[in-house]
T-cell receptor, first 112, second 117 residues
Framework: GEDVEQSLFLSVREGDSSVINCTYTDSSSTYLYWYKQEPGAGLQLLTYIFSNMDMKQDQRLTVLLNKKDKHLSLRIADTQTGDSAIYFCAEFNAGNNRKLIWGLGTSLAVNP | NAGVTQTPKFRILKIGQSMTLQCTQDMNHNYMYWYRQDPGMGLKLIYYSVGAGITDKGEVPNGYNVSRSTTEDFPLRLELAAPSQTSVYFC????????????????FGPGTRLTVL
């Protein structure tokens, strides 16, 4: 069945780049998403990438997609303490009743 | 636009009590979803709706019921609360235009924190 996997924790120093990785199993995924959840809050869409793209850049965020390896990454440049949060990867398949398959989330800690 | 709103923000229930979690969206989205998030875990889909009058089960529907009488509202009902239903509940909505490139981006409410004692 479908599965999305992420490493659970990542710790970086303020000002460094963070790279959060995600692997998925459904090769027919249409879109892949990154959501951010700050403590005690709901999920906020960060960015998404269409499956026919390799890369998408949005200010400090860079998403890389390797369809062959079913690997997605989110790079945050110049990581700030405000970036401390849980980051969820999700895949969307239009044929799967239009539901998202979620990873368990990566908790990013940014140390001053 | 307020986006997706949920009430209440917090609630403590005794075992066996019932309650309804409210969810409203003002974006004219056709799809709506209920998720639960247990500590340290990802999201589990409880129920979803593709439009008014149409609902379907997700991964973990047992112990819950939903209705969708309007486009805007998608309440989640707990009939006999159990400690296993202690969780944070998120409502989300998205818009499917019917086109092949529709992103179906889901927008989330702030969540309801429910404790069953």
């Amino acid at each position: 069945g479908e599965d999305v996997e992420q490493s659970l924790f990542l710790s970086v120093r303020e000002g460094d780049s963070s790279v959060i990785n995600c692997t998925y199993t459904d090769s027919s995924s249409t879109y892949l998403y990154w959501y951010k959840q700050e403590p005690g809050a709901g999920l906020q869409l960060l960015t998404y990438i269409f499956s026919n793209m390799d890369m998408k850049q949005d200010q400090r965020l860079t998403v890389l997609l390797n369809k062959k390896d079913k690997h997605l990454s989110l790079r945050i440049a110049d990581t700030q303490t405000g970036d401390s949060a849980i980051y969820f990867c999700a895949e969307f398949n239009a044929g799967n009743n239009r539901k998202l398959i979620w990873g368990l989330g990566t908790s990013l800690a940014v140390n001053p | 636009n307020a986006g997706v709103t949920q009430t209440p923000k917090f609630r403590i229930l005794k075992i066996g009590q019932s309650m309804t979690l409210q969810c409203t969206q003002d974006m004219n989205h056709n799809y709506m979803y209920w998720y639960r998030q247990d500590p340290g875990m990802g999201l589990k889909l409880i129920y979803y709706s593709v439009g008014a009058g149409i609902t379907d089960k997700g991964e973990v529907p047992n112990g819950y019921n939903v209705s969708r009488s309007t486009t805007e509202d998608f309440p989640l009902r707990l009939e006999l609360a159990a400690p296993s239903q202690t969780s944070v509940y998120f409502c989300a909505s998205s818009y499917y235009s019917g086109g092949g490139t529709s992103t179906d981006t889901q927008y989330f409410g702030p969540g309801t924190r429910l404790t069953v004692l």
